[in-house]
Structure formats: structure tokens, C-alpha cells
């Protein structure tokens, strides 16, 4: 079998599964829901608006995994690899009435992060993550959430610069204090993204109000932490850092 019929037959068996199992797992007690669905699924933003424009969709009926439908729409836009179009089908429901609730990707949530436990949810999504925090962070969503750890979004390992723009831009704060773990109690943000190595984030922060005098539990500061800092490379990140810090 040539190359191309090889690849040609590959792609088959891919469709087949991927079809196979959304016919396995989608499913709403609705048809209008499952067909809404499957046009979520196909990125097909003509068909989820004429769906929507039908009219009587129940909002808060939840697939057997227990998410909305608006929650199917924003894991389909989470996936990794989802073009800018996936976020479409999420921002139509919105704008329909569907409301991004905390508990619409999960029935049952407990605990003190359980009010904002969608914001939380949305750090760790694919290229399209930022774009579906956006909106729901227009919607009212909480930019100063903390996961179920207590650690402020901006202190998130998962953290990239595109959520770090839109959590700021919401009024998230960049002085938030950690809690999360008793050996960096009290730590800011920015202290937590030098911890884990990130200078650009780190950068950002300060350029948006971090305070690199404010000390942790253990009296530690971000100056300490950049002098401290073993990259193991060099990095010109870090240097600038430590330059724009006074930090020798």
C-alpha cells in the first residue's frame, strides 16, 4: 500500500473512532441538545447558531458525564490544538442565556474553592483557554479565584502569559498571597513564577504592580529568590531581572 492510500486509510479509521466514541458518550436527554453537540463537535458554527435560534433548549440539562451543554462547549474549546472557531459555540450559548455557573462542568463540587471552581478549571486548556476565561470573566466570573490548593491563578504553575493578561485585566491581584503550602506561605505570584523559573511571567507582574519587597512567612523576598535562582544556563531573562531588581 502506497504512502498516500496508507495515509488516506489512517485518516479513516481515525473518523470512525472519533465518531465511535461521540456517539458513545454524547449524550443529553434532549435531541436538539445532542445535535447541538455534535455540531460543537464538527466546529460547525452555522449549525450551532441555527440550533440555538430554534429556540426551548434546556441550558442547565447535563450530559451523562454531568456537564452542560455550554460546559461540552467549553471542554470541546479547551482540547489541545482547537482553532480560534472553537471558542464561537461558547461565546453563541452565552450570548443565548446559557450562564457559565460554577457548576457546569461538574454537578458537585465542596470546599471553599467550589464557588469558583470554573475559573480555576479553565487554567490548564489548550491554546483556546484564555479566549473562554475572557468570557466568562465578562460574565462575572471571579479573576481573583484560588484552586482547590489555595493558590492565587496568577501563583498557577499552569500559568501562561496570554491567562496572565487576561486574569490582570479583570482586576486579578498580583499581590495575592499564597496558601497553599507551608514552606511558601505568604508568597506572592510572583515570588511562586521565579520559583518555577518564569521569568517572562515574572516580568510581567512587575510591570503590573508586583511588589518585590513584600516578604514571605519564611522572610524570604523575590529579590532573594532571583539572587538565589540557579537555572542551570544562563539566561538573559534572569540577568534583566536581577539588573531591574538591584539584585547582585
Given at each position: ?28 436527554p ?11 463537535d ?24 454531568g ?19 472553537a471558542v464561537?459555540p ?6 443565548a ?8 462542568l461538574?454537578a458537585?463540587?465542596?470546599?471553599p474553592?467550589?464557588a ?26 471571579n ?8 493558590r ?12 496572565a493578561e ?11 498571597r499564597?496558601s ?13 513564577q521565579?520559583l ?31 539572587h538565589?535562582?540557579?537555572?542551570g544556563a ?15
Amino acid at each position: 500500500m502506497g504512502f498516500l492510500a496508507k495515509n488516506y486509510a489512517k485518516r479513516v479509521i481515525e473518523e470512525r473512532e472519533r465518531r465511535a466514541y461521540w456517539d458513545a458518550v454524547v449524550i443529553f436527554p434532549d435531541p436538539r441538545l445532542v445535535r447541538l453537540a455534535a455540531a460543537i463537535d464538527a466546529l460547525d458554527t452555522a449549525q450551532v447558531r441555527a440550533i440555538i435560534a430554534e429556540g426551548g433548549l434546556d441550558f442547565a440539562a447535563r450530559h451523562h458525564t454531568g456537564v452542560t451543554i455550554l460546559g461540552y462547549a467549553m471542554n470541546n474549546a479547551l482540547l489541545q490544538g482547537q482553532p480560534p472557531v472553537a471558542v464561537e459555540p461558547v461565546r453563541m450559548l452565552m450570548e443565548a442565556g446559557a450562564v457559565p455557573s460554577p457548576d457546569i462542568l461538574e454537578a458537585e463540587a465542596s470546599g471553599p474553592w467550589a464557588a469558583d471552581r470554573l475559573v480555576a478549571q479553565l487554567m490548564g486548556g489548550g491554546e483556546q483557554g484564555p479566549a473562554v476565561l475572557d468570557l466568562v470573566l465578562s460574565a462575572g466570573g471571579n479573576a481573583n479565584a484560588r484552586d482547590r490548593d489555595g493558590r492565587p491563578l496568577l501563583a498557577s504553575s499552569y500559568l501562561r502569559l496570554a491567562t496572565a493578561e487576561v486574569l490582570v485585566r479583570h482586576g486579578a491581584d498580583v499581590n495575592a498571597r499564597d496558601s497553599s503550602r507551608a514552606d511558601r506561605q505568604g508568597y506572592t505570584p510572583a515570588m511562586l513564577q521565579a520559583l518555577y523559573g518564569e521569568w517572562d511571567l515574572v516580568a510581567f507582574l512587575l510591570d503590573h504592580g508586583a511588589d518585590p519587597g513584600i516578604t514571605g512567612a519564611d522572610g524570604a523576598t523575590l529579590r532573594d529568590l532571583l539572587h538565589a535562582a540557579s537555572p542551570g544556563a544562563p539566561d538573559e531573562r534572569l540577568t534583566r531581572l536581577r539588573e531591574r531588581l538591584g539584585v547582585r
